[in-house]
Protein backbone atom coordinates (compact mmCIF):
# COMPACT_ATOMS: atom_id res chain seq x y z
CA UNK A 1 0.00 0.00 0.00
CA UNK A 2 1.76 3.51 -1.03
CA UNK A 3 0.33 5.98 1.48
CA UNK A 4 1.31 9.03 -1.27
CA UNK A 5 -0.96 6.97 -3.80
CA UNK A 6 -3.85 6.44 -1.23
CA UNK A 7 -3.71 10.44 0.08
CA UNK A 8 -4.42 11.23 -4.00
CA UNK A 9 -7.77 10.87 -4.18
CA UNK A 10 -8.03 13.32 -0.82
CA UNK A 11 -6.07 15.66 -2.37
CA UNK A 12 -7.87 16.21 -5.56
CA UNK A 13 -11.50 16.45 -3.08
CA UNK A 14 -9.74 18.77 -0.95
CA UNK A 15 -8.36 21.38 -4.17
CA UNK A 16 -12.15 20.79 -5.87
CA UNK A 17 -13.92 22.20 -2.26
CA UNK A 18 -10.91 24.98 -1.50
CA UNK A 19 -12.24 26.42 -5.28
CA UNK A 20 -15.45 26.42 -3.80
CA UNK A 21 -14.96 27.22 -0.60
CA UNK A 22 -14.77 31.28 -1.63
CA UNK A 23 -17.61 33.81 -1.13
CA UNK A 24 -16.85 34.89 -4.27
CA UNK A 25 -15.90 32.28 -6.52
CA UNK A 26 -19.71 30.91 -5.34
CA UNK A 27 -21.39 34.13 -6.28
CA UNK A 28 -19.90 33.71 -9.95
CA UNK A 29 -21.59 30.06 -9.99
CA UNK A 30 -24.54 31.11 -8.70
CA UNK A 31 -24.42 33.62 -11.78
CA UNK A 32 -23.42 31.11 -14.14
CA UNK A 33 -26.40 28.54 -12.85
CA UNK A 34 -28.38 31.03 -14.58
CA UNK A 35 -26.40 30.37 -17.89
CA UNK A 36 -23.67 31.23 -19.82
CA UNK A 37 -22.15 34.92 -19.14
CA UNK A 38 -19.42 36.46 -20.37
CA UNK A 39 -16.97 38.74 -17.69
CA UNK A 40 -18.84 42.16 -18.36
CA UNK A 41 -21.87 40.37 -17.52
CA UNK A 42 -20.42 38.20 -14.58
CA UNK A 43 -18.80 42.10 -13.24
CA UNK A 44 -22.35 43.67 -13.26
CA UNK A 45 -24.14 40.79 -11.66
CA UNK A 46 -21.68 40.08 -8.81
CA UNK A 47 -20.39 44.46 -8.82
CA UNK A 48 -16.87 42.84 -8.45
CA UNK A 49 -14.13 43.81 -10.08
CA UNK A 50 -12.85 42.70 -13.67
CA UNK A 51 -9.67 41.91 -12.51
CA UNK A 52 -11.44 39.91 -9.61
CA UNK A 53 -13.87 37.96 -11.78
CA UNK A 54 -11.15 36.71 -14.13
CA UNK A 55 -8.99 35.80 -11.68
CA UNK A 56 -11.78 33.62 -9.81
CA UNK A 57 -12.68 32.21 -13.14
CA UNK A 58 -9.15 30.72 -13.50
CA UNK A 59 -9.44 28.73 -10.05
CA UNK A 60 -12.51 27.51 -11.34
CA UNK A 61 -11.07 26.42 -14.81
CA UNK A 62 -8.24 24.55 -13.64
CA UNK A 63 -10.50 22.49 -11.35
CA UNK A 64 -12.69 21.83 -13.75
CA UNK A 65 -15.58 23.36 -12.50
CA UNK A 66 -16.39 26.31 -15.24
CA UNK A 67 -15.63 26.03 -19.05
CA UNK A 68 -15.56 28.87 -21.67
CA UNK A 69 -15.96 29.45 -25.23
CA UNK A 70 -14.42 32.34 -27.35
CA UNK A 71 -16.95 34.23 -29.65
CA UNK A 72 -15.07 37.14 -31.60
CA UNK A 73 -13.60 39.15 -28.72
CA UNK A 74 -16.01 38.21 -25.74
CA UNK A 75 -15.12 34.43 -23.49
CA UNK A 76 -18.07 33.35 -22.61
CA UNK A 77 -18.44 31.36 -19.62
CA UNK A 78 -20.67 28.35 -18.18
CA UNK A 79 -20.34 25.44 -15.75
CA UNK A 80 -19.03 22.55 -16.90
CA UNK A 81 -21.63 19.68 -15.68
CA UNK A 82 -24.94 20.20 -12.75
CA UNK A 83 -23.07 18.11 -10.09
CA UNK A 84 -21.61 21.75 -9.02
CA UNK A 85 -25.19 22.74 -8.52
CA UNK A 86 -26.35 19.78 -6.83
CA UNK A 87 -23.24 20.26 -4.19
CA UNK A 88 -24.75 23.62 -3.59
CA UNK A 89 -27.95 22.70 -2.87
CA UNK A 90 -27.12 19.98 -0.76
CA UNK A 91 -25.34 22.25 1.10
CA UNK A 92 -28.17 24.76 1.39
CA UNK A 93 -30.74 21.93 1.81
CA UNK A 94 -28.09 21.20 5.19
CA UNK A 95 -27.91 24.80 5.80
CA UNK A 96 -31.39 25.00 6.08
CA UNK A 97 -32.45 21.56 7.85
CA UNK A 98 -29.63 22.57 11.01
CA UNK A 99 -31.29 26.14 10.82
CA UNK A 100 -34.77 24.44 11.21
CA UNK A 101 -33.15 22.17 14.17
CA UNK A 102 -31.66 25.20 16.06
CA UNK A 103 -34.78 26.99 15.55
CA UNK A 104 -36.54 24.51 17.22
CA UNK A 105 -34.48 23.80 19.99
CA UNK A 106 -34.67 27.67 20.61
CA UNK A 107 -38.35 27.48 20.78
CA UNK A 108 -37.91 24.63 23.06
CA UNK A 109 -35.65 26.21 25.84
CA UNK A 110 -37.83 29.38 25.78
CA UNK A 111 -40.88 27.76 26.75
CA UNK A 112 -39.59 25.94 29.41
CA UNK A 113 -38.08 28.98 30.68
CA UNK A 114 -41.41 30.36 30.87
CA UNK A 115 -43.06 27.43 32.78
Given at each position: MDPARDAYPFE????RLKALADPSRLAILHALCEGERNVSELVT???FTQANVSK???VLREEGIVTFRRQQRNV???LTDN???????????SLEERAS???????RFRSSRNE
Open positions: LISRETKHLRYYSVTIDVCELICRNDRENLE
